[in-house]
């Protein structure tokens, strides 16, 4: 019990502790700022960047212009990959000679990239090209988080300026972002997870002997080799290659997800040992917590700063230790009174179902946690098989808009809609006209608050409305019953959250779900992008106006509590009824 | 006029993107990688006198007495194929609710499988690891209670004592990294290979 405390511990501590001093680094980068060593080396190709895409580095963009940018370089990214992934086949890099994808998969795996989702209705190792993994979906990998960064960044100088409608230049924060934020961590996690036995090559899939070779039924079953109904043999098994660990390093780091590999981080080609557990673990929270503390040095009051971590951190804790208790308890089914030793004596214990053996019950629910904290969305255990009320709070994380820190950079945006929607309401309560960071909230600021808020609530119950109307959907189910639904409800949530996780028995490669899921995740990225950067353009027109006795403090406990509240109110409020369908009603039929 | 611009800078920016991020990176990491960690870049695969035997990264299935046995496997074909274009195995998760009939079904199967094969473990309880499907599928570790508890088995079946079986357990077992890091586990292929005097 100690060690698994002192485990919860050591990945809590560490992660603050690494993304204070980021913080501070990536509000120097993003000012344009030296740095370090780095800026000997990188200066130039930055500057080579911008002489090819020919754009003037000095140039700061209105938000109108910053928008369409964004908008710009998001579409041809989509049409890009999704062209890409059609025509896998005639590509080089691929050993294994795999086809193109179909149209409605290849919309739905360019739409989840690009929109730093990383929904996956395919299975990488046996579907796509080290071609589309590396030349394809790496790549998104990096740019979608610094987008994400850039329009953070843009919200922040909105929020300071006084008069200024400028909020930088779009292509300058992407490419900072990229340059010395993403590939320099990327590059260490990748060595990292090497080292411990990730693989990256450009070989062919390894072919091995089998120990024990096995038969095969009539009816394709796998049965044990002297069977009599074995009607062949197969004495090989297959261990897949490829450049795993450079793809593995910025699908965490960027709070992407998409694994290289079908199961993603529970495969031990991904994620080899409780080290690279840790490293990847940390990698994915790192950088949208680092966000949260660089909010409070650009409005040169750390205090706001603290005062957002605070209130995501005690939902983080909360969720953490919510799912960990289910998870360590297990069910009566696994139990099957007493017969299975569900004790922490020499084995993890508890529900292992989905979970592997180097990871157990703790860091299993660790990465739970953060995964749906962060929009990360990757995962070391299988979700599917976690309790039902240890799986319904990863549920909760993401219904919350993503807002637990959430996604890099669009984590931040969205809580600061919620910040602005609470300033308002306590506002109303003592009748005085809403203020934030010493700036008047007017009716335009609250509509763009609204819609960052509702969002994902909204998109969410939308799309489980439409996928649960459609009889062929419950063709799709790996479980029946109220687990059947839940698989349906958490792949409209982690597309509405742009997470990508998934209750993966759920077969999510037909066409319907392919456009619906797609086109959900879409609208949940642009739709808080543009209202941001209208939230930005609107506030940096905005005096200041001077602090006054009456104003309402927002880096108080006070305020910490409000805004946690609100976030509840919205998020969780709108899921119950949902939530009461699926996985609650699963845990109280488990414990008739 | 000036969002042509915008959009022609988009466009070059994707393509710049794409060489940076996409071919250079990945070029870097690669070549790094198989400078300095050659047998973890190529997937950890044991090979003696020629023969690849599995990596130690990815389990096999075992249900022979005289090996030890590791998590509950759902292996199939149809995914891959060898280079003859024969069927080979891959392995993936169930995906079960654990709350589930099937899921109580699977485990009491599996149970009265394991308590088959161990008649002298009698009533004791089994280690959960044992009865249940891994994240991956292909989890390539056990816990060393699950280790522990087939001991006596494979001393009968092998002609091995006791003693000699743990011997070989504790060579391939995995302490917590830095004595904290994730659970002890125990690699099963590397055991029973060394239990048919491969390794």
Redesign the interface.
Known sequence: MM?EL??YG?YLALLVALAVPLSAYMNRVMAGEKVAVLSRVLVP?ENA?YR????DKNESMGWK?YL??AF??S???LV?LFALLMLQGVLPLNPEGLPGLSWDLAFNTAVSFVTNTNWQAY?GE?SLSYFSQ???L??Q???TPAVGLAVLFALFRGLVSTGDRGLGNF?VD?TRA?LFVL?PL??VV??VD??????????E????????P?G?DAD?N?V?ADDPAAVKT?D????P?G?Q???V??KQLGTNGGGF???NS????EN????T??VQCLSLLLIPVACVFSFGRFVADRRQGRAVFAAMFILLLVALVAIAAFEQT??P??A?D?????GT????????????????V???SLWAAFTTAASNGS????H?????LGGMVPMVLMALGEVVFGGVGSGLYGMLGFVILTVFIAGLMVGRTPEYLGKKIGPKEMRMAVILCITTPLLILVSATVLALDPATAASL????A?GFSEVLYATVSAGGNNGSA???FNANTQMINVVLGLEMLANRFIPIAAALVLAGSMCTRQKVAVGAGTLSTSNALFVFLLILMVLLVGALTMFPALALGPVA??L??ML | MKQAKTWASAGLFFLVTTVLCGAVYTVVVTGIAQAIFPYQANASIIEVDGTKYGSELVAQQFTDDDHMWGRLMSPSTGTFTNDEGEDVLWYGPSNLSPASDDFAQSVQARVDEIRAAHPEKGDEPIPSDLVTNSGSGFDPHISPAAAEYQVERLAKNTGKTPSEIRAIIEQCTEQPQFGILGDARVNVLKVNLMLDGIL
């Open positions: 060690d002192l485990e050591i190709v960047v090819v895409i020919r754009v212009k369409v940018s710009a370089f579409a041809l990214c890009g299975s046996a590396a030349i394809g790496t790549v990998n990096f740019v292509f992407v990229v590939l990327s590059l990748a060595i090497v080292q411990q036995g990730s693989p990256q090559n450009f070989n899939y390894e072919t091995v002997q089998l120990l024990e096995v095969v394709g796998i044990e197969i090989q098994a297959t261990v290659m450049p660990a450079s793809q390093a910025i590999n079908g199961v529970a495969s031990a080609l080899p040992t409780p080290l557990n840790l297990g069910t089914q696994l099957a007493g017969q299975v030793c569900m004596l020499d084995q993890s214990g508890g529900n292992m179902e989905g979970k592997e053996t180097r990871f157990g703790t860091d299993s995962v070391n255990a299988m599917d098989s976690f309790t039902p790996n479980n029946s019953g687990h209750f993966a028995g699963e845990h039929m488990m």
